[in-house]
């Protein structure tokens, strides 16, 4: 690959690329020197590039840190538990609305909200709204009591969908899903599909729990397609190889 330098915002596309971050990919270490080696030169004063890495949350659980350009503002999401996966959630969610990385977008259709498009309902399981739709006290401690707080406060939004992916994970593994990692399953359309935790957790988001819980029953009497089951797929797929831990994984 050449190494002519590159700028920024190229420099960042670049890193986005399954080459540069996911583990074990067979072009990982040369695409990985090229993006390297074409940065720009870094004085005392400019951006600076930063691999990716892993370090301790106060709890002791383990954080994986994207790669990013040190100097730059960090954006919401990078310091975040499973930044790739948010990120790969949110192209798929707010696809096409660019500003302000979709913090903002309202589903006029719908009652979902920002850059994951949070239900209400999701916004009540992850404990931010209550039964009647008003916010709750979890909400107010992070400067939020109105839909457009919400929709104005990123950090506000990575917090609710933390809980919100916390409580997915309680309710896959009180299901028995995650038993299920690691495997390959025939599909209703009849393809493969690998099973994986990020997999489960995008499918659950996508459709719901109960939802995914339905779609495993019916693969295992090998019955037709029902409701939201193409779609569980797609995003069982389209996860397989984004990395993922799970709350309290070391």
Do not use: C
Not at 73 to 96: K, L
Not at 100 to 107: D, E, H, K
Not at 217 to 232: F, K, V
């Amino acid at each position: 690959m050449p190494t002519l330098p590159i700028d920024e915002a190229a420099l960042r596309e670049a890193m986005r690329d399954r080459r540069y971050w996911q583990p074990g990919h067979p072009e990982r270490e040369r695409y990985g020197a090229w993006v390297t080696g074409a940065a720009p030169d870094q004085g005392a004063d400019t951006v600076g590039h930063v691999r990716a890495y892993e370090r301790r949350g106060p709890d002791g659980d383990v954080i994986q840190v994207q790669a990013h350009t040190r100097g730059a503002s960090p954006r919401p999401w990078e310091n975040q538990p499973n930044p790739e996966w948010r990120a790969q959630i949110a192209e798929r969610e707010v696809r096409g609305i660019a500003e302000n990385f979709g913090y903002g977008a309202r589903n006029p259709g719908s009652s979902a909200m920002g850059r994951y498009q949070m239900l209400s309902a999701a916004l009540q399981e992850s404990g931010w709204k209550d039964s009647a739709g008003g916010w709750t006290d979890r909400a107010r401690r992070a400067g939020v009591t109105s839909d457009d707080d919400f929709l104005a406060n990123p950090q506000a939004r990575e917090a609710a969908f933390g809980d919100y992916m916390a409580s997915n994970e309680v309710r896959l593994q009180n299901r028995g899903l995650f038993r299920l990692s690691g495997r390959t399953i025939r599909g209703a359309s009849g393809k493969d599909v690998p099973v994986t935790d990020a997999g489960l957790a995008a499918a659950a988001h996508r459709a719901g729990v109960t939802a995914v819980a339905r779609y495993f029953e019916r693969r295992a009497r090998n019955a037709p397609a029902e409701g939201a089951d193409l779609a569980i797929e797609t995003r069982l797929r389209e996860f397989s190889t984004v990395p993922y831990r799970r709350a309290g994984q070391r």
